[in-house]
């Protein structure tokens, strides 16, 4: 948890949006189904789902690190 909301932090201070990590993991778990669909035996359905809901957990992880990131620079941008 801590390391995937520290990537987020840094991904955020990068200028990445949180629209770039949702369309990440789209491409990712979009491969992780090809794969599936093409190498079933290779590439159960568990591992389509266990993908997922994995990706999901890291890209809300790091979105929560990038709103930090936000929140700090809100708190020290002059008023």
């Known amino acids: 948890?801590?390391?995937?909301?520290?990537?987020?932090?840094?991904?955020g201070k990068d200028g990445?949006?949180?629209?770039?990590?949702?369309?990440?993991?789209?491409?990712?778990?979009h491969l992780v189904t090809h794969y599936h669909k093409k190498y079933a035996e290779l590439f159960p359905l568990g591992i389509v789902e266990s993908s997922t809901r994995t990706l999901n957990w890291i890209v809300d992880m790091m979105k929560k690190g990038?709103?930090?990131e936000a929140d700090k620079k809100k708190k020290a941008a002059p008023h």
């Open 1 to 11: 948890r801590r390391i995937a909301k520290q990537v987020g932090e840094r991904r």
């Open 16 to 29: 990445v949006t949180a629209e770039a990590l949702e369309d990440m993991r789209d491409l990712m778990l």
């Open 66 to 68: 990038m709103q930090r």
